[in-house]
T-cell receptor, first 118, second 114 residues
């Protein structure tokens, strides 16, 4: 069975601080996919990034960066110079490889509520 | 990505009744999924709906309670049957484009059962 743990229920920082959201996952598959989604107060889910299990290269997109480490089963998300607009609930998710190919259902962590104070 | 719409956006229903939620996508997709997000909680997969085959339900969800239709590659419905207050949740559909693994979500349907 697969599992995603986001131990941080809520994080509050002052604007311009850096913040890291932790994500630890469990899976027995050797091929799997990791994701981060953002859910702002408006409620829609916004896809941020996907990482394949065979690609441990870290990624940076503007103020966002992701650190994927298979050795510790972690896929952490860092926001640099946080802004008030970053306030949202952030979900880490996992899917395993589907027999026959294609996307499979996502297992979500419980989410981290990030509050950026002005 | 894809543009996904859901109807209704919200509804208040009486216990014991049923509600059908529609999910429409602006392009043809093979994989569609239905999730539930209970108040203040994370998302839980209800079922996978592929066109041309029966929906596959996750543990804890049954077809009698959550029947799903997938008549074509751009449309799906989820029915919440014989509703109780415990069914009060946001119901979301999502799609994955062919050959892709990330899912894009609809805006959700906020259901309140009284």
């Amino acid at each position: 069975a697969q599992k995603v743990t986001q131990a941080q229920t809520e994080i509050s920082v002052v604007e311009k601080e850096d913040v890291t959201l932790d994500c630890v996952y469990e899976t027995r598959d050797t091929t799997y996919y990791l994701f981060w989604y953002k859910q702002p107060p408006s409620g829609e889910l916004v896809f941020l990034i996907r990482r394949n299990s065979f690609d441990e290269q870290n990624e940076i997109s503007g103020r966002y960066s992701w650190n994927f480490q298979k050795s510790t089963s972690s896929f952490n998300f860092t926001i640099t110079a946080s802004q008030v607009v970053d306030s949202a609930v952030y979900f880490c998710a996992l899917s395993e490889a589907r027999s026959g190919g294609g996307a499979d259902g996502l297992t979500f962590g419980k989410g981290t509520h990030l509050i950026i104070q002005p | 990505s894809a543009v996904i719409s859901q109807k209704p956006s919200r509804d208040i229903c009486q216990r014991g009744t049923s509600l059908t939620i529609q999910c429409q996508v602006d392009s043809q997709v093979t994989m569609m999924f239905w999730y539930r997000q209970q108040p203040g909680q994370s998302l839980t997969l209800i079922a996978t709906a592929n066109q041309g085959s029966e929906a596959t339900y996750e543990s804890g969800f049954v077809i009698d309670k959550f029947p799903i239709s997938r008549p074509n590659l751009t449309f799906s419905t989820l029915t919440v049957s014989n509703m109780s207050p415990e069914d009060s949740s946001i119901y979301l559909c999502s799609v994955a484009m062919t050959g892709r693994y990330e899912q894009y979500f609809g805006p959700g349907t906020r259901l309140t059962v009284t």
